[in-house]
């Protein structure tokens, strides 16, 4: 059973800068996802369990980055340029099998993160 915890939401302006760490051991694909209210859960990056790939959903890139320290145990995503629109849940989620940007292909869970961004 891998147990994942997150943390380091909160509430920023927009354009600020907010970094979420998220515990897990163990050698997964790790991703990140968000939840806004009254809508699905949706892909926001992946990381391949050595570090050595990552994607990132469209309306992210180029602001946010996920990274991954196996000494550690813990994946980042830092998030730059923030925007009302990434308010949300954020869940960071792992798999054991590959590189995936869909919910159901992920095992395990954290509780997630609220991150809120205001005009």
């Known amino acids: 059973q891998v147990q994942l915890v997150e943390s380091g939401g909160g509430l920023v302006q927009a354009g600020g800068s907010l970094r979420l760490s998220c515990a897990a051991s163990?050698?997964?694909?790790m991703g990140w996802f968000r939840q806004a209210p009254g809508k699905e859960r949706e892909f926001v990056a992946v990381?391949?369990?050595?570090?050595?790939?990552?994607y990132y959903a469209d309306s992210v890139k180029g602001r946010f980055t996920i990274s991954r320290d196996n000494a550690k145990n813990t994946v980042y995503l830092q998030m730059n340029s923030l925007k009302p629109e990434d308010t949300a849940v954020y869940y960071c989620?792992?798999?054991?099998?590959?590189?995936?940007?869909?919910?159901?292909?992920?095992?395990?869970w954290g509780q997630g993160t609220q991150v809120t961004v205001s005009s």
């Open positions: 163990g050698r997964y694909v």
């Open positions: 989620a792992a798999n054991n099998r590959r590189i995936d940007w869909r919910p159901p292909e992920y095992d395990y």
């Open positions: 990381i391949s369990w050595n570090g050595g790939s990552t």
